[in-house]
């Protein structure tokens, strides 16, 4: 039922050392002028319960649900205070029982912006604060409404987010965010559906969301090790349950909590090269399956062109 894997994808922080930065939209980094970033992040996500409104179930016809996400994603440094980052999943859906087929394609490409509008340096530590904002729509024809295979939620996603991070002096530091999800509709193969009501027409309301974060991390051997755990949680304003022994569908109102761990390397061999892993567990949720996500990624940044002097 994780159907907006957008969500799960800017979890996977991009970090970099000394002066080489990559960035996703939910952290708290920006890239030097003219810096490009390169990344491809593959992510393995499976669950065997789920749960259908607040009550956690399995289901034989669907055995274990294996969805493969391969995503390569584009960071630009316009200015060292404004960033643009493009990102396009590739998914790949299949369950291990049942006789439902499975489904491949591209999601949504979503294109987003960053600005740090305040950052405070002392000898301590620093603060800094961030906005991001972006869109993301769908880029091939997926049927959204062949839950729980579907490829994406099939909408247009607007989002704001803002983020403050505080860097002690030793390399710890804590960052924090919150972000507003607005969505839109999706149109659906059938021209009637029930969702608290009788409704005779193939578009569906999707329901938009909030998302919480707050992460934990820390530097290590001079900045060539990260490690962090996090803590993240989305709500859906508005939506129905999943329906006894029905499938869900875009309508549904989508609630989670999941913790997460990564951790990123950067190998003295190449420079603006690094690798990274990571794992995250949905806890507690609404309509949505109980997941365990494991991820990796490679990403390699430059300096595109250099400045005039």
Known sequence: MKNKIIIFLVLTALFQTAILKAQTPSDALMMEKNELCIAL???????????????????????????????????????????IITSLPYVETEAS???MVGASGLQDFGIFIKYQPYELKKESGSLSTFISGGFSLPVSPYLSDYMPFSLGLGTQEFSLRGIIKYEHKSGIYLRGSYAYLHRTTTEAERDYYYADGSHYTTTMDVPSASTADLALGCWLLNKSIQLEAGYIQQSAFSGDDIRRQNAGQPTNKMDMTSGNARLRYFPNLIKGLSFMAGYSEVFSGRNIGKSTIISGGITYQFILKKAQS
């Open 97 to 99: 029982r049942g006789q």
């Open 41 to 83: 992040i593959y992510q393995n996500d499976k669950w065997d319960e789920y749960w259908e409104g607040t009550l956690l179930r399995d289901n034989q016809n669907i055995g274990v649900l294996t969805r493969n996400t391969f995503m390569p994603m584009l960071a630009y440094g316009v200015t060292k205070k404004f960033n």
